[in-house]
Nanobody, 128 residues
Framework: QVQLVESGGGLVQPGGSLRLSCTAS????????MGWFRQAPGKEREGVAC????????MYADSVKGRFTISRDNAKITVYLQMNDLKPEDTAVYSC?????????????????????WGQGTQVIVSS
């Protein structure tokens, strides 16, 4: 059974930083893609960032480019989301999702969203 566990959320002032982590367990993968998504109350879930393990390619939502950085661990199926210069509009529950990919396929955030396994999420509140 696939298990994803997010951590690192919390309350931060505008302009502050947080680092989210997501660790996957319960399976072994040669290649995978993992993405961070967020959902605020009353809004639809939106993709934030993703990374593919086969080529370390990354994708970011326009709203977070230059502020957020996604990375992965070399030893475990773990990804991080370093969030800098946080804004009130970043407030949301952040969830990670993972899909297995081939060695020559790059998954988009849409693919991860539609076919991935999900964690429970971690709350991020940006408020002054």
């Amino acid at each position: 059974q696939v298990q994803l566990v997010e951590s690192g959320g919390g309350l931060v002032q505008p302009g502050g930083s947080l680092r989210l982590s997501c660790t996957a367990s319960g399976f072994t993968l040669n290649y995978y893609a993992m993405g961070w998504f967020r959902q605020a109350p009353g809004k639809e879930r939106e993709g934030v960032a993703c990374i593919n393990s086969n080529d370390d390619s990354t994708m970011y939502a326009d709203s977070v480019k230059g502020r957020f950085t996604i990375s992965r661990d070399n030893a475990k199926i773990t990804v991080y989301l370093q969030m800098n210069d946080l804004k009130p509009e970043d407030t949301a529950v952040y969830s990670c999702a993972l899909v297995a990919v081939s060695g020559i396929t790059t998954a988009t955030m849409d693919t991860i969203r539609d076919f991935g396994s999900w964690g429970q999420g971690t709350q991020v509140i940006v408020s002054s």
